[in-house]
Protein backbone atom coordinates (compact mmCIF):
# COMPACT_ATOMS: atom_id res chain seq x y z
CA UNK A 1 0.00 0.00 0.00
CA UNK A 2 2.88 2.32 0.85
CA UNK A 3 4.47 1.92 -2.53
CA UNK A 4 1.28 1.87 -4.45
CA UNK A 5 1.27 5.70 -2.26
CA UNK A 6 5.14 6.64 -3.57
CA UNK A 7 4.01 5.57 -7.19
CA UNK A 8 1.04 7.85 -6.94
CA UNK A 9 3.05 10.56 -5.86
CA UNK A 10 6.13 10.13 -8.26
CA UNK A 11 3.92 9.88 -11.78
CA UNK A 12 2.32 13.38 -9.73
CA UNK A 13 5.62 15.28 -9.75
CA UNK A 14 6.45 13.59 -13.08
CA UNK A 15 3.29 15.04 -14.64
CA UNK A 16 3.52 18.83 -12.73
CA UNK A 17 7.01 18.87 -14.15
CA UNK A 18 6.27 17.81 -17.29
CA UNK A 19 3.64 20.67 -17.37
CA UNK A 20 5.67 22.90 -16.10
CA UNK A 21 8.41 22.18 -18.89
CA UNK A 22 5.72 22.23 -21.44
CA UNK A 23 4.37 25.77 -20.30
CA UNK A 24 8.21 27.04 -21.05
CA UNK A 25 8.48 25.79 -24.30
CA UNK A 26 5.30 27.70 -25.14
CA UNK A 27 7.70 30.62 -24.28
CA UNK A 28 10.67 31.18 -26.24
CA UNK A 29 13.65 31.80 -24.14
CA UNK A 30 11.97 30.92 -20.85
CA UNK A 31 14.41 27.78 -20.52
CA UNK A 32 17.42 29.28 -20.91
CA UNK A 33 16.72 32.38 -19.36
CA UNK A 34 16.16 30.25 -16.03
CA UNK A 35 19.39 28.93 -16.37
CA UNK A 36 21.33 32.62 -17.01
CA UNK A 37 19.17 34.09 -13.87
CA UNK A 38 19.84 30.64 -11.59
CA UNK A 39 16.38 30.71 -10.07
CA UNK A 40 12.77 30.06 -10.58
CA UNK A 41 11.55 32.77 -12.84
CA UNK A 42 8.75 35.06 -11.57
CA UNK A 43 5.56 37.00 -13.28
CA UNK A 44 8.42 40.18 -13.29
CA UNK A 45 10.87 38.06 -15.50
CA UNK A 46 8.56 37.46 -18.31
CA UNK A 47 7.80 41.25 -18.35
CA UNK A 48 9.44 43.82 -20.53
CA UNK A 49 11.14 46.16 -18.01
CA UNK A 50 10.13 49.39 -20.40
CA UNK A 51 8.31 49.84 -23.88
CA UNK A 52 10.90 48.86 -26.94
CA UNK A 53 11.60 52.20 -29.14
CA UNK A 54 9.45 51.87 -32.30
CA UNK A 55 11.32 52.06 -35.52
CA UNK A 56 12.69 54.81 -36.48
CA UNK A 57 11.33 55.71 -40.28
CA UNK A 58 11.55 58.75 -42.28
CA UNK A 59 8.70 60.15 -44.02
CA UNK A 60 9.30 62.44 -46.78
CA UNK A 61 7.36 65.77 -46.97
CA UNK A 62 5.44 66.24 -49.86
CA UNK A 63 2.55 68.46 -48.62
CA UNK A 64 1.70 70.72 -51.70
CA UNK A 65 0.37 73.20 -48.44
CA UNK A 66 4.21 73.23 -47.38
CA UNK A 67 6.38 76.48 -48.23
CA UNK A 68 9.41 75.25 -50.02
CA UNK A 69 12.50 76.44 -48.00
CA UNK A 70 14.51 77.68 -51.06
CA UNK A 71 11.47 79.52 -52.68
CA UNK A 72 10.42 80.82 -48.70
CA UNK A 73 14.31 82.02 -48.45
CA UNK A 74 13.96 83.79 -51.48
CA UNK A 75 10.84 85.54 -50.73
CA UNK A 76 12.13 86.82 -47.40
CA UNK A 77 15.62 88.17 -49.12
CA UNK A 78 12.79 89.93 -51.36
CA UNK A 79 10.71 91.35 -48.32
CA UNK A 80 14.37 92.82 -47.10
CA UNK A 81 15.42 94.24 -50.35
CA UNK A 82 12.02 96.03 -51.13
CA UNK A 83 11.67 97.01 -46.66
CA UNK A 84 11.24 100.18 -47.32
CA UNK A 85 8.21 100.78 -49.99
CA UNK A 86 6.46 97.38 -47.62
CA UNK A 87 4.42 98.96 -45.32
CA UNK A 88 3.73 95.62 -43.47
CA UNK A 89 5.90 92.73 -42.96
CA UNK A 90 4.02 90.69 -40.36
CA UNK A 91 2.48 88.95 -43.07
CA UNK A 92 3.12 87.92 -47.09
CA UNK A 93 1.95 85.78 -49.73
CA UNK A 94 4.10 83.71 -51.91
CA UNK A 95 2.58 82.33 -55.39
CA UNK A 96 4.63 78.84 -56.14
CA UNK A 97 4.57 79.22 -59.90
CA UNK A 98 6.83 75.57 -59.68
CA UNK A 99 3.76 74.16 -58.86
CA UNK A 100 0.87 72.65 -61.13
CA UNK A 101 -2.35 74.93 -61.11
CA UNK A 102 -4.72 71.84 -59.46
CA UNK A 103 -1.90 72.22 -56.74
CA UNK A 104 -3.25 75.26 -53.44
CA UNK A 105 -0.28 76.68 -54.39
CA UNK A 106 -0.60 80.48 -53.15
CA UNK A 107 0.82 80.10 -49.74
CA UNK A 108 -0.24 83.15 -47.15
CA UNK A 109 2.41 82.94 -44.25
CA UNK A 110 2.18 84.61 -41.09
CA UNK A 111 6.23 85.51 -40.66
CA UNK A 112 5.37 85.73 -36.33
CA UNK A 113 3.98 82.43 -35.86
CA UNK A 114 5.17 80.68 -38.81
CA UNK A 115 1.79 79.06 -39.90
CA UNK A 116 0.66 79.40 -43.80
CA UNK A 117 -2.82 78.88 -45.53
CA UNK A 118 -2.49 77.71 -48.66
CA UNK A 119 -4.95 78.44 -51.60
CA UNK A 120 -5.59 78.08 -55.27
CA UNK A 121 -4.38 80.86 -57.86
CA UNK A 122 -4.33 80.85 -61.66
CA UNK A 123 -1.62 81.78 -63.76
CA UNK A 124 -1.52 83.84 -66.90
CA UNK A 125 -2.30 82.22 -70.22
CA UNK A 126 0.56 83.65 -71.75
CA UNK A 127 2.86 81.88 -69.38
CA UNK A 128 0.94 78.36 -70.29
CA UNK A 129 -0.02 78.85 -74.18
CA UNK A 130 -0.80 75.26 -74.25
CA UNK A 131 -2.86 74.75 -71.22
CA UNK A 132 -1.07 72.11 -69.51
CA UNK A 133 -1.73 73.58 -66.11
CA UNK A 134 1.88 74.48 -65.49
CA UNK A 135 3.59 78.09 -66.11
CA UNK A 136 6.23 77.93 -68.79
CA UNK A 137 7.56 81.29 -68.42
CA UNK A 138 7.17 84.62 -66.72
CA UNK A 139 6.57 87.97 -68.88
CA UNK A 140 6.72 91.68 -68.05
CA UNK A 141 5.42 92.33 -71.90
CA UNK A 142 2.35 94.83 -72.20
CA UNK A 143 -0.37 92.53 -74.12
CA UNK A 144 1.08 88.74 -73.16
CA UNK A 145 -1.23 87.47 -70.78
CA UNK A 146 1.46 86.24 -68.82
CA UNK A 147 2.10 86.53 -65.50
CA UNK A 148 5.15 88.19 -63.90
CA UNK A 149 7.74 87.35 -61.64
CA UNK A 150 8.86 89.54 -58.60
CA UNK A 151 7.72 90.87 -55.58
CA UNK A 152 4.60 92.89 -55.68
CA UNK A 153 3.34 95.22 -53.07
CA UNK A 154 -0.54 95.17 -52.67
CA UNK A 155 -2.21 98.60 -53.23
CA UNK A 156 -6.38 99.84 -52.94
CA UNK A 157 -9.39 98.25 -54.10
CA UNK A 158 -11.47 98.63 -56.67
CA UNK A 159 -14.64 97.15 -58.95
CA UNK A 160 -13.40 96.47 -62.27
CA UNK A 161 -15.07 93.83 -64.87
CA UNK A 162 -13.92 91.12 -62.69
CA UNK A 163 -15.63 92.23 -59.88
CA UNK A 164 -13.68 93.36 -56.54
CA UNK A 165 -10.14 93.28 -57.15
CA UNK A 166 -6.86 94.57 -55.96
CA UNK A 167 -3.77 96.51 -57.50
CA UNK A 168 -0.32 95.82 -57.46
CA UNK A 169 2.19 97.76 -58.17
CA UNK A 170 5.79 95.66 -58.97
CA UNK A 171 8.78 96.43 -57.27
CA UNK A 172 11.35 94.30 -59.36
CA UNK A 173 12.20 95.12 -63.30
CA UNK A 174 10.56 91.63 -64.27
CA UNK A 175 7.33 93.40 -62.93
CA UNK A 176 7.22 97.12 -62.64
CA UNK A 177 4.34 97.16 -66.12
CA UNK A 178 2.26 95.25 -63.09
CA UNK A 179 -0.42 98.48 -62.12
CA UNK A 180 -0.35 99.92 -66.11
CA UNK A 181 -0.58 95.93 -67.53
CA UNK A 182 -3.59 96.09 -64.53
CA UNK A 183 -2.37 92.95 -63.51
CA UNK A 184 -4.13 92.29 -59.93
CA UNK A 185 -6.22 90.00 -57.19
CA UNK A 186 -9.33 89.04 -58.41
CA UNK A 187 -11.87 86.15 -58.23
CA UNK A 188 -12.82 84.01 -61.18
CA UNK A 189 -14.86 80.77 -61.93
CA UNK A 190 -12.10 79.09 -63.32
CA UNK A 191 -10.32 79.54 -60.53
CA UNK A 192 -12.62 77.63 -58.31
CA UNK A 193 -12.28 73.84 -56.79
CA UNK A 194 -14.81 72.63 -59.14
CA UNK A 195 -12.37 73.16 -62.25
CA UNK A 196 -9.86 70.24 -60.63
CA UNK A 197 -12.54 67.54 -60.57
CA UNK A 198 -13.83 68.60 -64.49
CA UNK A 199 -10.49 69.20 -66.18
CA UNK A 200 -7.71 68.51 -63.82
CA UNK A 201 -6.28 71.89 -63.35
CA UNK A 202 -7.45 75.71 -63.50
CA UNK A 203 -8.26 78.08 -66.04
CA UNK A 204 -6.25 80.65 -67.00
CA UNK A 205 -5.99 84.60 -66.12
CA UNK A 206 -4.53 86.90 -68.42
CA UNK A 207 -1.51 87.64 -66.13
CA UNK A 208 -3.49 88.68 -62.47
CA UNK A 209 -3.94 86.39 -59.58
CA UNK A 210 -6.85 84.42 -60.39
CA UNK A 211 -8.39 83.01 -56.98
CA UNK A 212 -11.65 81.33 -56.65
CA UNK A 213 -14.93 83.03 -55.67
CA UNK A 214 -15.34 81.60 -52.20
CA UNK A 215 -12.09 82.44 -51.30
CA UNK A 216 -11.25 86.40 -52.45
CA UNK A 217 -12.96 87.21 -48.86
CA UNK A 218 -9.89 85.32 -46.77
CA UNK A 219 -7.52 86.50 -49.56
CA UNK A 220 -8.57 90.29 -49.21
CA UNK A 221 -8.38 89.95 -45.33
CA UNK A 222 -4.85 88.05 -45.25
CA UNK A 223 -3.21 90.73 -47.71
CA UNK A 224 -5.23 93.81 -46.82
CA UNK A 225 -2.68 97.19 -48.77
CA UNK A 226 0.60 97.69 -47.96
CA UNK A 227 1.80 93.64 -48.06
CA UNK A 228 4.37 92.22 -50.09
CA UNK A 229 3.32 88.93 -52.85
CA UNK A 230 6.31 87.01 -54.07
CA UNK A 231 5.96 84.83 -57.01
CA UNK A 232 8.94 82.90 -58.23
CA UNK A 233 9.27 79.24 -59.97
CA UNK A 234 12.21 77.72 -58.41
Given at each position: ?72 R ?21 A ?23 L ?78 T ?7 Q??F ?25
Amino acid sequence: MHDDHGHVRERRALLKNGLVLAGALAVPGTVSATTRLGRPLTARDLKPMSQPPLPRTTVAVTSPKVVRPDLLRQAMASLSRHGSRIQHHDRIAIADFAAASGKPRFHFVDLASGRSTSLLVAHGSGSDPAHTGYLERFSNRFGSNASSEGAFVTDDYYVGKHGRSQRLIGLDPTNDNALDRAIVVHSAWYANKDMIETHGMLGRSQGCFAVGERDLDQVFARLGTGRMIYAAKV
